[in-house]
């Protein structure tokens, strides 16, 4: 089956660590037949949820006009969701945060996908990656039939372009074919 892969690159470093992850997990869902876009952030305006209560009081569409209707709806729609966060003390980026907190008006609908992680930090600690990965956890426990297939542990690289020859580029790359 073809499968639509959403790949949400939070890193604020574009062409970092995590966003050649990302890169390398594409170019493997492309090579196995599927269609696969990625959402570089920084380069969008999500505002804060700002707690209004109007889709969860309400039941209305969220009153903010920016970037994030766009990326709900791609969210909603892709069968393959990947999220790739560089570690900011000991947790996911603020950017990446940000977008889970704005899908509060439409996580309903945001059923039955499956979620790959994608970490990337300057330790070399698989253990010490386990927080941030209960924390996106904890935002797929909120969702309907969630299926976590795999985790890429960009795991001892600093510096921008560190990466590249680690295990993890083959890993993404393998992890993207198999979706
Ligand atoms: C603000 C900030 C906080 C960081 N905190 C941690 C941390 O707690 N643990 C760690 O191992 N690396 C930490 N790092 C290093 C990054 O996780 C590392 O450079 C990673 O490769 C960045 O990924 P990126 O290139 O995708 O942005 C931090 C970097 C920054 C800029």
């Not at 209560?53 to 969701?81: R, S, W």
């Amino acid at each position: 089956m073809n499968k639509k892969v959403l790949v949400l690159s939070s890193s604020p470093r574009k062409g970092g660590n995590s966003d050649v992850l990302c890169d390398q997990f594409i170019s493997g869902a492309q090579e196995a037949g599927h269609q696969a876009e990625k959402i570089f952030l920084k380069d969008k305006k999500i505002n804060y949820c700002t707690g209004c209560g109007t889709c969860f009081n309400g039941g209305k569409p969220c009153p903010q006009k920016d970037d994030m209707t766009e990326i709900l709806e791609k969210m909603v729609e892709a069968d393959v969701i990947v999220m790739a966060t560089p570690i900011y003390f000991y947790t996911m980026c603020g950017q990446m945060k940000t977008l889970i907190d704005r899908t509060c008006s439409r996580y309903t609908e945001i059923t039955n996908k499956e979620f790959y992680f994608i970490v990337t930090a300057a330790v070399n600690s698989k253990p010490a990656m386990q927080r941030t990965l209960e924390e996106f956890r904890g935002f797929t426990s909120c969702l309907s039939g969630p299926k976590e297939k795999g985790v890429v542990y960009g795991i001892g690289t600093w510096d921008k372009g560190e990466i590249k020859g680690k295990p993890a580029m083959k890993e993404a790359f393998q992890l993207g074919i198999s979706v």
